[in-house]
C-alpha cells in the first residue's frame, strides 16, 4: 500500500519541478507554497515563499461617493460638450437605464462602443466648487503590481488627488497631484515620474502631465505610475525583478508605498477648457469617468498563493500554519517562534518563515531540571514554561525556590533537596521568607537565623519583649515584684531574672541545708513549669538538658 503512495508523491515532485522550469529563474514566481521531496528519513515537505497572481483588482470593491447624491440624472439634466457649448444633446437621466450613469459603469467591462460611464452633476452652484470623492474600499490589504489608470469620458479635471489608505480608510495620504497648474492649485512644483529618483521614490509629486485641456482632447486617462517606480529598480522593462522584490523584502517603507485598503479620488475641479468658467453654460462642466483600472494582489505576505473571494470579502487562503486575513499571524498552537512575513530572499523561492507547531517547542525548550515534566505555552509570552514544578521549586524551568524556602549551595539545579524550608520563627520573624543563605528577617528583639532568640533586654513571649516582667501576669516568682516591668525585686530568699532561683543555690553547701527550707515552699516541678510559660518553648532542650 505505502509503495504507490510514494510513488505518486514522486510523480507529484516531479511535475512541480518541471512546472517551476517554466518560469525565468533570475526571479522566482512564488506561485507554490510547498512542495513535496524527501530525505533520507522519508517523504518530507518542502516551503517557500508565495504570493497570489494579480488580478484586477476592480471586480472586488466597494464604491462610495460623497456627496452621495452627485451622480447625474435625478433630476434629469442635459449637458453641452466643452468643445461646443451649443452642442448640448448629453442626456442624463436615472429614470431611463439607457440614459442613466450610475458609478458602477466605471468598472464594467469596457471595449464596447460607445462607452459606458458615470458622469456627475454640472457645475450648477459655480463658483462653489464642484467637489466629488470617489472611494474605492476593498477592506483588504492589496499590492498594487500595475499603473493605475482612470479614464475620463469628458475632459480631465483641472485639480485632483489620488489618495490611499493603509488603515481601511481611517487615514489618508496623497499618492500624487494632478493639476493644470501645480503651483497655482497646490504650491508645488510641477514634476513627472521621471524626476523621481531610487532615492526620492516614496516622494509624493504634483505633475500637470495629465490635466491638459481639451486640446488634447484624445488624452483622455490620467495615470498613476507604479510600473515607472518599480523599474527605478527592476530595470526600464523589469528584467531585473529580483533586485525590486530585495528592496520590497528590507525596505517596509516601500512595500507599505504600494500596499492600499482604500483609493480615493478627490476631483476637484472640472475640466473648463482654455477659456474662462461660462457662467452662462455651466452644463459644460462634469466629471465623466468610463473606466478604472486596478491592478494588484491580495496582501497575504508570502503566506498563500491564492485569494478567495467570499460573501464579498477577499482573503487570502494561508499556508505556513498562518492565519487571519493577511496571514498574519501563526496558527493556534503554531506559535513556536514570533510570525514573520515570508520573503522573496533568496531568489528564486525566498524562505517560508512557517509558524512551527509548539509541540517543536516543547522538545527544545521544556526544561524544568527533574521537578517537572509538563510544560505549556503562554502565548502572551511567546514562551513555555514548566507546570507544576515540585520540590519545592518554581520559575520558568523550576530553577528557583518557592517563597518561604532558599537554595542550597550544596546541591545541584536538579538535586530534590535544592530547596530548604527557611524555618523561619513564625513569632520572632516578619515574613515566612528568608535570604539566599536562610537567614530571616527578625521582628524587633529578636535574633538568630531563624529569629528564635531574644536580644538582651527582651523576653520571649510568643515573640520577643522588650518588658522582661509584668506583675499583671505574674512573671516575677515566688513573691518577686516586677519594677518598671524591667527587673523583678525578689524577697531576700530568691534571686534570678524572675526570682525563679532559691539564694541556696549560690551558697556553699547549696540548699541541702536546714536554714535553707526553699524546696518545700515549691516543688521544683511546679518552677520549671512556670519558668517554660515564660521562657517558651524554644529554650526547652536547654531546660531539659539542665534537668
Ligand atoms: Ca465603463
Redesign the pocket.
Known amino acids: 500500500m505505502r509503495f504507490p503512495l510514494l510513488l505518486t508523491l514522486q510523480a507529484s515532485w516531479l511535475t512541480v519541478c518541471q512546472a517551476t522550469q517554466h518560469y525565468p529563474t533570475t526571479w522566482g514566481h512564488y506561485d507554490l507554497c510547498k512542495s513535496h521531496g524527501y530525505t533520507d528519513e522519508g517523504p518530507t515537505w518542502y516551503y517557500m515563499a508565495c504570493q497570489p497572481e494579480a488580478a484586477d483588482m476592480t471586480k472586488y470593491l466597494k464604491v462610495f461617493l460623497d456627496p452621495p447624491n452627485i451622480t447625474c440624472g435625478d433630476p434629469p439634466e442635459t449637458y453641452c460638450t466643452l468643445e461646443n457649448p451649443y452642442m448640448c444633446n448629453n442626456e442624463c437621466d436615472t429614470a431611463t437605464e439607457e440614459l442613466a450613469h450610475p458609478p458602477e459603469?466605471?468598472?464594467?467591462?469596457?471595449g464596447?462602443n460607445p462607452?459606458?460611464?458615470?458622469q456627475s452633476t454640472s457645475w450648477k452652484k459655480y463658483p462653489k466648487p464642484l467637489a466629488v470623492n470617489i472611494t474605492l474600499s476593498w477592506n483588504k490589504t492589496i499590492e498594487l503590481t500595475d499603473d493605475i489608470v482612470i479614464t475620463f469620458e469628458s475632459g480631465r479635471p483641472e485639480q485632483m488627488v489620488l489618495e490611499k489608505s493603509l488603515d481601511y480608510g481611517r487615514s489618508w495620504q496623497p499618492y500624487q497631484f494632478y493639476a493644470t497648474d501645480c503651483l497655482d492649485a497646490f504650491t508645488m512644483e510641477p514634476k513627472t515620474v521621471k524626476d523621481i529618483t531610487q532615492h526620492t521614490l516614496l516622494d509624493i509629486i504634483c505633475t500637470e502631465e495629465y490635466s491638459r485641456g481639451y486640446v488634447w482632447k484624445n488624452d483622455k486617462t490620467v495615470r498613476f505610475e507604479i510600473k515607472d517606480r518599480f523599474a527605478l529598480f527592476a530595470g526600464p522593462k523589469l528584467h531585473n525583478m529580483a533586485s525590486l522584490y530585495g528592496q520590497l523584502d528590507t525596505t517596509k517603507n516601500l512595500r507599505d508605498f504600494f500596499t492600499i485598503t482604500d483609493l480615493r479620488i478627490r476631483l476637484l475641479r472640472p475640466a473648463t477648457g482654455a477659456t474662462m468658467v461660462d457662467e452662462n453654460n455651466l452644463s459644460r462642466y462634469f466629471y465623466a469617468?468610463?473606466?478604472i483600472k486596478v491592478h494588484g494582489r491580495c496582501k497575504c505576505n508570502l503566506h498563500a498563493n491564492s485569494c478567495i473571494y467570499d460573501k464579498e470579502r477577499l482573503t487570502c487562503e494561508c499556508e505556513h500554519n498562518t492565519t487571519g486575513p493577511d496571514c498574519g499571524r501563526c496558527k493556534r498552537n503554531y506559535q513556536a517562534r514570533a510570525w514573520s512575513a515570508g520573503s522573496y530572499l533568496p531568489i528564486p523561492k525566498g524562505t517560508s518563515n512557517i509558524c512551527d507547531h509548539i509541540s517543536l517547542l516543547f522538545l527544545q525548550d521544556c526544561e524544568c531540571f527533574s521537578h517537572s515534566n509538563r510544560c505549556s505555552y503562554l502565548e502572551v509570552l511567546n514562551t513555555v514554561i514548566c507546570v507544576s514544578c515540585k520540590h519545592n521549586t518554581r520559575g520558568q524551568h523550576c530553577q528557583l525556590c518557592k517563597l518561604g524556602y532558599y537554595r542550597n549551595a550544596s546541591a545541584e539545579l536538579d538535586d530534590e533537596n535544592v530547596c530548604i524550608d527557611c524555618n523561619c520563627n513564625p513569632f520572632g520573624s516578619d515574613t515566612d521568607r528568608c535570604n539566599g543563605t536562610g537567614y530571616c528577617k527578625c521582628k524587633e528583639g529578636a535574633t538568630g537565623a531563624k529569629c528564635h532568640e531574644c536580644l538582651p533586654g527582651y523576653l520571649w513571649d510568643n515573640g520577643c519583649k522588650s518588658r522582661v516582667c509584668d506583675n499583671e501576669l505574674l512573671r516575677c516568682q515566688n513573691g518577686g515584684v516586677c519594677v518598671n516591668n524591667i527587673r523583678c525585686q525578689c524577697p531576700p530568699a530568691f534571686t534570678g531574672l524572675l526570682c525563679e532561683k532559691p539564694r541556696c543555690e549560690n551558697e556553699p553547701g547549696g540548699c541541702g541545708g536546714s536554714d535553707s527550707g526553699q524546696a518545700s515552699l515549691r516543688p521544683p516541678g511546679l518552677i520549671l513549669l512556670s519558668l517554660l510559660s515564660v521562657l517558651g518553648p524554644v529554650f526547652l532542650v536547654e531546660i531539659c538538658w539542665i534537668l
Do not use: A, G, H, N
Open positions: 459603469l466605471m468598472f464594467d467591462f469596457e464596447r462607452t459606458t460611464f458615470w469617468i468610463s473606466d
